[in-house]
């Protein structure tokens, strides 16, 4: 109800006022969550606008430059620390809390600091010049469609888009961004949240069941994952669209990555290009020995999983993945997609090796290790999951048809977009018949109470 009411008001109102009405808007809308949380927003913005404008100067230094990263970075090294501190050092602490706040991290400081955080580098790095304006400033940091889980956008793709405003209302973007959100929300509804059933029934209670059975759900995990961040990604994009606004992409097809490196290519683009440009090149990125190349791949991979949460599991995570990204560099893996059977059947093991790595993306490190000691530790049950046989059909069946849809989906944009955008070209009932299809799928199969997006707890 929200966002539409914001459109409709934006395109109303003079061009002038517009910039300012949708920071607005995304102030108001990211108060929604917790009045208290634009403390940190405030701060994010104040700390970027001040740190661009004195880097953006003559006089510099890398001095400089970490402080005001520091600065800038504050916030969330506050939230991601305060947990391992406080249970390590400071148990007594662990009841105490901010006027207005718990313990858990605000909604979306991770991906706005990392946004804010790459404006101020290239603007150190001479890579775009300080926009001086603060309300394109913190219309950056805090645009609606990406303040609470990303994609986590760059200044010389928005910036520019800022400073020159929406003048007129973009028809083909924004029919464009409206079937981008419709498909996002059934990415999320329908695919995402009906995986979750099966998959918390199986690894929420993992010694129960046998190995095959959590190799599945695992397996299973990597698609809910994909399909509820690139479900929201698509979302914010469209509703970017709408607005009038350019966004970069998030998600490239991971289902066709043949290996893990091939898959970060693919898969949270802004995240994984983001540690590419500012943690893994300036460390030298692969230009020196394999030795010192292996070490800054797992480094960048750590910081990845540090982002998501300094506990064992995450460590472990991006530890994981750092190491099988390194070995992959001595496989020829490149060769799999010369057929598209061995195309499929390298697919098909890198989302498994995945899901079998995302067992440690848990806040319970125990729960990680019951997961493993049963993956590895042999059948310990024959059951399947918990509720009767009949349920489980039907759950299997409704799991395995939307799957189908979003399959069928990536392999047209991957090889048949130009062919079939060809053929339904002025087929103007059969393009609306599937857009009633999948709205009629959103509402017959989604779990319409389903609880938030992934992502959002990171």
């Known amino acids: 109800m929200f966002f539409p009411a914001l459109v409709l008001c934006y395109y109303a109102l003079p061009v ?6 949708l920071l607005c808007g995304s102030v108001a809308f990211y108060m929604l969550s917790n009045p208290a949380y634009a403390v940190m927003l405030l701060w994010v913005v104040v700390a970027s606008y001040f740190a661009v404008r004195h880097l953006g100067s003559a006089e510099r230094s890398r001095g400089t430059l970490w402080l005001w990263l520091l600065a800038v970075l504050g916030p969330m090294l506050f939230f991601k620390l305060k947990e391992p501190i406080i249970n390590l050092w400071l148990p007594e602490w662990a009841q105490w809390r901010l006027p207005g706040l718990n313990w858990a991290i605000p909604l979306g400081l991770s991906c706005y600091t990392l946004q804010a955080l790459g404006y101020v580098i290239d603007v150190y790095k001479r ?42 209302f973009d028809y083909p973007l924004a029919v464009q961004g409206a079937k981008r959100m419709v498909w996002g929300m059934f990415l ?31 397996t299973l995990l990597a698609l809910q994952i994909y399909t509820d961040f690139a479900g929201y990604s698509f979302i914010a994009i469209g509703a970017g669209n709408l607005l009038g606004y350019r966004l970069a992409e998030n998600f490239h097809r991971p289902l066709f990555a043949v290996g893990l490196k091939d898959l970060w290519t693919r898969w949270h683009i802004s995240l994984s290009s983001w540690l590419r440009d500012y943690v893994y090149i300036p460390l030298g990125g692969s230009r020196c020995s394999k030795l010192r190349s292996t070490f800054n791949t797992i480094i960048a991979f750590l910081v990845s999983g540090m982002w998501h949460g300094i506990l064992p599991g995450y460590l472990c995570w991006g530890l994981c993945h750092g190491v099988v990204v390194s070995l992959e560099r001595f496989l020829p893996l ?12 390298g697919s098909l093991v890198t989302v498994m090796l995945m899901g079998v790595i995302l067992g440690f993306f848990r806040d319970n490190f125990g729960e990680a290790l019951e997961i493993y000691g049963t993956l590895f530790g042999g059948a310990k049950s024959l059951q399947w999951i918990i509720v009767d046989p009949v349920h489980t059909t039907a759950m299997l069946w409704m799991i395995g048809l939307t799957l189908v849809v979003v399959l069928a989906r990536d392999v047209y944009d991957e090889w048949c977009v130009a062919r079939l955008t060809r053929w339904t070209r002025g087929r103007r009932v059969l393009r609306w018949t599937f857009y009633a299809s999948l709205v009629w799928m959103i509402l017959l199969f989604g779990v319409l109470d389903s609880s938030q997006f992934i992502y959002m707890r990171f």
Not at 16 to 21: G, L, N, S, V
Request: aromatic share 8%; glycine share 4%.
């Open 16 to 21: 002038r006022w517009r910039r300012a009405f």
């Open 127 to 168: 890579r775009i010049e300080p926009d001086r304006s603060w309300l394109n400033h913190a219309l950056f940091v805090c645009f609606l469609p990406t303040i609470t889980s990303g994609p986590i956008q760059r200044a010389p793709l928005m910036m520019p888009q800022f400073r020159a405003g929406v003048a007129t």
């Open 188 to 218: 999320k509804i329908v695919v995402a949240d009906r995986l979750g059933i099966y998959i918390n029934s199986v690894l929420q209670h993992s010694a129960q069941y046998n190995s095959l059975t959590v190799l599945i759900a695992l």
């Open 334 to 345: 490149q060769r799999l997609k010369a057929h598209p059977l061995t195309h499929a059947l």
